[in-house]
């Protein structure tokens, strides 16, 4: 009987385990491998129209510089510097901003990210970006970008398909100890 609870309790604390780590892949990270200068500029291009919106946790207005890189997962990628102009009031706190973006034609997006530099510490709430002859896809930050540094998502599966098969493995996990967690409190 003891055993069973001390089963019972290494399995909540194995699953909270695998919850925590499996919800920090979804938060914004830092890109430690990312780099500009391999962003294609050749080919068909395509008009992506992207919504930055500031959290209400931002400064009132912000004079960092601010940029974005976004693209697929076959390697198609998007970068547009210094989206930022004071003089426009762009990424003012509680506001959204929307920018039309040209560069080389991608599949689903499926990676965002920011870059931020300056004494202001500007906070963005979310990226939104339309693109041709694919879903809209949104990036919830709300939190503080690093300063000069690439800060953002990246969901691609071919950029992490060791992450996705940990992932994967992960659920299958989950779910095998909710079996056995169900079937051992049938018991008692």
Not at 137 to 143: A, W
Request: net charge neutral.
């Amino acid at each position: 009987m003891a055993s069973v609870r001390l089963f019972t309790l290494i399995s909540f604390v194995f699953l909270i385990f695998i919850s925590v780590s499996e919800s920090k892949v979804l938060e914004p990270h830092v890109a430690e491998s990312f780099n500009v200068s391999l962003i294609q500029r050749l080919g068909n291009t395509c008009s992506y129209t992207v919504i930055i919106s500031t959290s209400c946790s931002s400064s009132k207005y912000t004079r960092d510089q601010i940029s974005v890189a976004f693209g697929d997962g076959y390697g198609n990628q998007i970068y547009a510097p210094r989206l930022d102009d004071p003089s426009t009031k762009t990424f003012e706190q509680c506001s959204s901003d929307t920018f039309q973006i040209n560069g080389p034609c991608t599949y689903q997006i499926c990676y965002v990210y920011l870059y931020r530099s300056g004494p202001d510490g500007w906070i963005p709430d979310s990226v939104k970006i339309f693109s041709h002859g694919s879903k809209a896809v949104t990036f919830s930050y709300n939190t503080h970008v690093p300063e000069s540094v690439w800060y953002g998502f990246n969901y691609c599966n071919s950029a992490s398909d060791s992450n996705a098969l940990a992932l994967g493995l992960r659920r299958i996990m989950i779910i095998l100890l909710g079996f056995v967690v169900a079937g051992t409190t049938l018991l008692l």
